[in-house]
């Protein structure tokens, strides 16, 4: 792998997703939202217990960055895509590789030894999915990996950056040594602010990490989030916030910020400070209630095709479409998964 070089280099928590569909008595047990991401607290452990248990379960490689960045393999060619994060050494990892290699992404993460891979539990009722995150080797991330012999020259190579938000629960100073390897070499630096609870409970890492930013990408409800974070006026006003975002302080200004919001079947929004008073509203082909299965991991898909299309070379226009494409296909199967055999996206 020292050999080759990958022009989008992803970083994030990996994760086991454990899909369970029907899962209002589990949601009623723990007191869960229906549509939700939480980190588990205490309360939650025994669910992942619960959740291997109940019928019809679907294991899935998960973890927000590592769905865009298989979402993004899917749409370039072969070792195009690089991932890297912590897993433990056991049956959790050897299943995401598998997983990984089936998309056409390489990872190279760090394998805490004797650690448990990260898993998430996903609880599906209806068209509605709570995440329930026990990060496990995920958050026992080393900033010194960055620097290895083995992932440093990946960095190096790189022409595009993405991360996950989930990664500043425990990974500010990575993320922040990232954005300034980007900003200094003119490569182009991508945030998905990934979940409500980040722009919340996180928000001075997030402001570290805005500076950096050349594209933002987040739903509605996450760009509320930020928006009451920062004392907005009106958090509802999409617009109007993805226009504050872009035009949040630049360490880089050489290259215009891109913000881009969706919202499920509803409009995507995308924002540039090159034109911040010109918003540009992209509809979204809606499907059927009956076409929907699992909206579990569509933002990341979304990401992932927006990716794909933007290392490629395509337009932001074409970007959004690309990611509308992928989202689409990955509401209409279980868990974050992209159809087999590959379909063109781009």
């Not at 009623?28 to 025994?46: G, P, Q, R």
């Not at 080797?137 to 989930?166: C, M, R, T």
Request: glycine residues 8%; negative net charge.
């Amino acid at each position: 792998m020292s050999t080759q070089t990958y022009p989008l280099f992803v970083i994030g928590n990996p994760l086991l997703d454990i899909v369970v569909p029907n899962g209002d008595e589990i949601l009623k047990k723990y007191e869960l939202n229906a549509n939700d991401a939480i980190l588990a607290e205490e309360k939650h452990k025994s669910i992942y217990d619960d959740a291997v248990k109940a019928p019809k379960i679907t294991y899935v490689a998960g973890g927000a960055g590592q769905n865009a960045a298989r979402g993004a393999a899917y749409v370039l060619p072969p070792n195009s895509v690089v991932y890297t994060g912590s897993v433990g050494d056991d049956d959790l990892a050897e299943q995401l590789k598998v997983a990984n290699k089936k998309e056409g992404l390489t990872d190279a993460y760090l394998v805490q030894k004797g650690g448990k891979t990260g898993a998430c539990a996903v609880i599906i009722t209806g068209q509605h999915r709570s995440l329930v995150t026990d990060l496990q080797s995920a958050e026992k991330w080393n900033q010194s990996h960055l620097s290895s012999p083995e992932i440093a020259p990946l960095v190096d190579a790189a022409k595009v950056f993405y991360v996950e938000g989930y990664f500043l629960t425990h990974g500010t100073d990575t993320v922040v040594e990232l954005g300034k390897k980007a900003s200094h070499a003119s490569k182009v630096f991508v945030l998905n602010l990934s979940a409500p609870f980040i722009a919340q409970f996180f928000s001075a890492q997030l402001q570290q990490v805005i500076p950096y930013c050349d594209i933002v990408i987040c739903n509605e409800s996450e760009a509320e989030a930020w928006a009451s974070a920062i004392g907005l006026p009106d958090k509802t006003d999409l617009k109007a916030t993805a226009k504050a975002l872009a035009l949040a302080p630049k360490s880089n200004p050489s290259r215009p910020r891109v913000v881009v919001f969706t919202q499920g079947a509803e409009s995507t929004i995308l924002v540039s400070s090159a034109d911040p008073d010109n918003p540009k509203v992209y509809p979204v082909q809606a499907l059927t209630s009956e076409s929907i299965v699992d909206t579990n991991g569509a933002g990341d898909a979304f990401a992932g095709g927006f990716l794909g299309a933007f290392v490629a070379g395509k337009t932001l226009d074409e970007a959004v479409e690309a990611g509308h494409k992928l989202g689409r296909m990955c509401i209409q199967l279980v868990g974050a998964q992209y159809q087999w055999p590959k379909v063109q996206i781009i």
